[in-house]
């Protein structure tokens, strides 16, 4: 079964410092890679996501994850956080399961972003 | 276009009562897809559904959870004789198919608390 770790419970920057938010994921088969973000009270909106291709992928909100079959790891990145960043973020691999997409997520990652 | 519709957004329930939660899905979209976050954890898949079948409900506690999604109107999740473990924030995503590559559109979820 397919299995997302998100080693980082809490991480706090300053606002403008770079950012990365490590994810890694144990999956049999090529792995379907996603990154959501949660404000506090709010559903999900993804970030980005990963199927082929580029290993590089390009998000909303300038953020950009780079997939790394050699260490099984989908980390997040963006080079200058703003305090509108602060949030919740889930890394998720989906997998066919039933005929459908069935996402399993990491725990989260909570971010906090210093003024 | 509207987005992924859920309500309530808080509910109260006290124990041995039952929820309601309701999801109305984006226009287009007939895949839906229910999730549970409990405190503190990353969101855990519960079913998914079609338009009038259950597709896979292996995330789906054995007894007293049901789902549906009739042909008009919109997918509920009732819980039946709610006991305090219930208490978490219920996710319904939405696509308009079940490929893998789709994106799964989250609503803002439903918190339910029980007394």
């Known amino acids: 079964a397919q299995s997302v770790t998100q080693p980082d419970i809490h991480i706090t920057v300053s606002e403008g410092a770079s950012l990365e938010l490590r994810c890694n994921y144990s999956?049999?088969?090529?792995?379907?890679l996603f990154w959501y973000v949660q404000s506090p009270g709010q559903g999900l909106q993804l970030l980005l996501k990963y199927f082929s291709g580029d290993t590089l992928v390009q998000g909303i909100k300038g953020f950009e994850a780079e997939f790394k079959r050699s260490q099984s790891s989908f980390n997040l990145r963006k080079p200058s956080v703003h305090w509108s960043d602060a949030a919740e973020y889930f890394c998720?691999?989906?997998?066919?399961?039933?005929?459908?997409?069935?996402?399993?997520f990491g725990t989260g990652t909570q971010l906090k972003v210093e003024l | 276009n509207a987005g992924v519709m859920q309500n309530p957004r808080h509910l109260v329930r006290r124990r041995g009562q039952e929820a309601r939660l309701r999801c109305s899905p984006m226009k287009g979209h007939s895949h839906v897809y229910w999730y549970r976050q409990l405190p503190e954890e990353g969101l855990k898949f519960m079913v998914y559904l079609q338009k009038e079948n259950i597709i896979d409900e292996s995330g789906m506690p054995k007894e007293r959870f049901s789902a549906e999604f009739p042909k008009e109107g919109p997918s509920i999740l009732r819980i039946q004789q709610v006991v305090r473990g219930d208490s978490a924030a219920y996710f319904c995503a939405s696509s308009p198919s079940g490929l893998v590559a789709d994106t799964q559109y989250f609503g803002p979820g439903t918190r339910l608390t029980v007394l």
């Open positions: 999956y049999g088969a090529t792995p379907y």
């Open positions: 998720a691999v989906g997998a066919v399961s039933g005929g459908g997409n069935k996402l399993t």
